[in-house]
């Protein structure tokens, strides 16, 4: 390869269809980790009052945790304060769709649920919500990532996924840690 | 007649056909290996940890 300006332009040319193969490349690997296996960052666009979620509507005490609904449909709903999830731990089947519903009354907060793509931020004034399936039973932290305080790193949850056969809610349609 | 001015010019010609190689293999080598770890997280860690929307 001599150095002539030729012989540069050449490789230069080279090295730049590497780059756009190995940009195309990454973009299919996005395309078809959403496509095949449904991994989509999580689009959820819902205000709430920050200032009365506890109080009424489905953010309120009573209406956390686990509730399956007449239709199967797995939801759990938590709130991020400084410094605890509300409630600490909530419990979920294996290899069904679950509904993670997030809100908070204070700042920002972000969660992750470790072993599993489950991510998102957790913004006052607005729902976070993210729909997964747990393929594997166990306990999985669910820590505060996004600084939040003096108290962030006190900040976790669990979430318990439990096999199907073990997952029992009461006639109300909830299910709780407890009593699962 | 060949000058020592023309041979280090020469000698220098000859460098500078080399460097632009091994800078190439040196750029390939350590991106090459760049893709490949994002490549092994992705499909390895990534792709296993489920389905998420």
């Known amino acids: 390869m001599p150095a002539t300006e030729e012989g540069i332009l050449r490789s230069e040319l080279r090295w730049a269809i590497v780059a756009v193969g190995m940009v195309s490349v990454v973009m299919l690997a996005v395309i078809y980790a959403g496509l095949v296996h449904h991994i989509n960052p999580p689009s959820n666009l819902e205000t709430i009052d920050p200032n009365t979620l506890h109080l009424t509507g489905e953010f309120t005490e009573t209406n956390l945790g686990t509730q399956v609904t007449a239709d199967g449909q797995v939801t759990s709903r938590l709130v991020a304060t400084q410094f605890a999830f509300q409630p600490q731990c909530i419990v979920v089947p294996t290899n069904r769709p679950v509904v993670l519903r997030f809100a908070t009354p204070d700042v920002i907060h972000g969660i992750l649920v470790t072993g599993t793509n489950v991510n998102t931020m957790v913004v006052p004034g607005y729902v976070s919500q993210v729909e997964t399936v747990f393929t594997k039973t166990g306990d999985l932290l669910m820590p505060c990532h996004e600084f939040c305080g003096l108290g962030h790193s006190e900040m976790l949850a669990t979430v318990r996924v439990v096999p199907e056969s073990e997952f029992k809610p009461d006639s109300n349609g909830r299910a709780s840690c407890d009593i699962r | ?53």
């Open chain 2, 1 to 53: 007649m060949t000058t020592s001015h023309d041979r280090e010019e020469e000698a220098l010609a000859h460098v500078m056909g080399e460097v632009p190689r091994g800078a190439l293999a040196l750029a390939a080598l350590t991106v090459g290996l760049l893709f490949l770890i994002w490549f092994l997280i992705y499909a390895l860690v990534f792709l296993p940890r489920g389905m998420v929307s």
